[in-house]
């Protein structure tokens, strides 16, 4: 009897130190569609302890935002903030938070190399059923060599018109 109260006791504890950690959503590879997601809901005075996590490949320009919308200033997230690491990120950084009476909006944008990436956001939710959307939008950073071909086309092009011209 002893040994199942212990066991017991270990699994609520373990498991109540998962929920502590907060919520990971697992992205994958956001290169090609960009994300749209909504939080998980959270009751009043609760943590917000969430982690985005997603990948991309080669360069890309990406902006990443998240936003938080209410009719009352009781409804905003009371410390919202996030920072993003990982990739060809050196140095975790802090997204930049806008706000106003009725919506606040942490937003970052930048090209990213390859990698994995990690998007954190705390914060304090002020009423029941709090949730915010993160958004990543996602657009590829043409390769040289298609900087190099667009040159040698234009080349082309005006090689043929002064040709042209001179006839």
Same mark, same amino acid.
């Given at each position: 009897?002893? #040994?199942?109260? #212990?066991?017991?006791?270990? $699994? ?6 998962? &929920? &502590?950690?907060? !919520?990971?959503?697992?992205?994958? /590879? #956001? ?6 997601? $909504? ?5 009043? !005075? &609760?943590? #917000? ?6 990948? =991309? ?16 200033? $009781? ?15 050196? &140095? +975790? ?12 909006? =942490? ?18 939710? !002020?009423? !029941?059923?709090?949730?915010? $959307?993160?958004?990543? /939008? ?5 390769? +040289? ?8 086309? =234009? ?13």
């Amino acid at each position: 009897m002893k #040994i199942k109260s #212990i066991a017991l006791a270990a $699994v609520l504890a373990t498991s109540a130190g998962f &929920a &502590a950690a907060g !919520n990971v959503y697992e992205l994958g /590879d #956001i290169t090609a569609d960009g994300a749209l997601f $909504v939080s998980s809901t959270f009751s009043k !005075n &609760a943590s #917000i302890d969430d982690t985005w996590k997603f990948s =991309l490949t080669g360069e890309n320009d990406v902006s990443t935002l998240l936003s938080r919308t209410f009719s009352t200033s $009781v409804g905003a997230i009371t410390s919202f903030a996030a920072t993003i690491s990982g990739g060809s990120i050196g &140095a +975790p950084t802090a997204l930049e938070l806008f706000s106003n009476s009725t919506s606040q909006v =942490l937003s970052f944008g930048s090209n990213l190399g390859a990698g994995n990436y990690s998007l954190t956001v705390t914060g304090v939710a !002020n009423r !029941n059923n709090t949730n915010y $959307v993160f958004a990543a /939008d996602v657009t590829a950073v043409p390769e +040289p060599t298609t900087y190099a071909l667009l040159l040698a086309g =234009l080349c082309a092009v005006g090689f043929v018109a002064r040709r042209r011209s001179a006839v």
